[in-house]
């Protein structure tokens, strides 16, 4: 059977994409919703829905994969520790792929950032996150770069909110903290996304930097994440588990 999937967010610049996306890959788009649409019947007509909208509209679509029984891929940025609580409560009866980006190499990032972080003692090494999007984008700073952040954080045995962010700097901020990671964010054009990882020491910089040319590498991964989702038990996955790199 052809695999039947709904496109929440279909008007944007990713649902458009995904549109063609699911087709390339012998799936069929069983409908799609922008802000006015019926994500209730959006959800009965789908085997499985990827939401590409916003932080609020991906809580409640989280809530509604819940009640629908409807595995669910959220490529949706911006969300707050409540609303990301409320997507980790609604996994626990559906399974629910949600991932910060979809591109292969961001994920690979990740996976490099924690092993950089283990090896680049923290009272030596500043870690520093720089990200440049669109000037479209509402969210900052990006999912990436807090995802990131994240990677960072656990290479060092903590947890973001642990070792804390400094972002938006900005007049007498006084000397840097050792610990917390800097986010820095640049808006502008239409920048795809890229992403910048420092560890500046007193006397060398490391760093690594990924960037996007083409929107479509999430929307390839996004419905890569759609076609394994559909046959996993209910949790909160994320494009690490898609790509066997968990
Ligand atoms: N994880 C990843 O790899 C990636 C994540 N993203 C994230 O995906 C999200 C969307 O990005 P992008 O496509 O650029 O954004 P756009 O603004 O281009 O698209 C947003 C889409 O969401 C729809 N929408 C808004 N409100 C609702 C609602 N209440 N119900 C249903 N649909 C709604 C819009 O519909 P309408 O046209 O009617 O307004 C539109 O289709 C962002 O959070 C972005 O950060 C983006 C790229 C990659
Ligand atoms: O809004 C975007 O465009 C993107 N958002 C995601 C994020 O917030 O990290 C992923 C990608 O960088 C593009």
Known sequence: MTLQIGIAGITGRMGQLLSEEVAAAGAVVAGGIGRSGDAEALFSASEVVIDFTNALTAERHAELAARTGRPLVMGSSGLSPAQEAAVAAAARSVPIVYAAN?????????????????????????????????????????????????????????????????????????????????????????????????????????????????????????????????????????????????
């Open 102 to 246: 979809f591109a292969p190499g961001v994920n690979l990032l990740f996976a490099l950032a924690e092993r950089m972080a283990a090896a680049l003692p923290p009272e030596q090494y500043d870690a520093e996150i720089v990200e440049m999007h669109h000037r479209q984008k509402v969210d900052a700073p990006s999912g990436t770069a807090i995802g990131l952040g994240r990677a960072v954080a656990r290479g060092r045995g903590r947890t973001l909110e642990e070792v804390g962010m400094e972002s938006g700097r900005d007049g007498h901020t006084g000397p840097r903290g050792t610990g917390p990671i800097g986010f820095a964010t640049l808006r502008g054009g239409q920048v795809v996304g890229e992403h910048t990882l420092l560890f500046a020491a007193g006397s060398e910089h490391i760093s690594l930097t990924h960037r996007s040319f083409d929107r479509r590498v999430y929307a390839t991964g996004a419905v890569r994440a759609a076609q394994w989702v559909i046959v996993q038990p209910p949790g909160l996955y994320d494009m690490k588990h898609v790509l066997g790199m968990a």
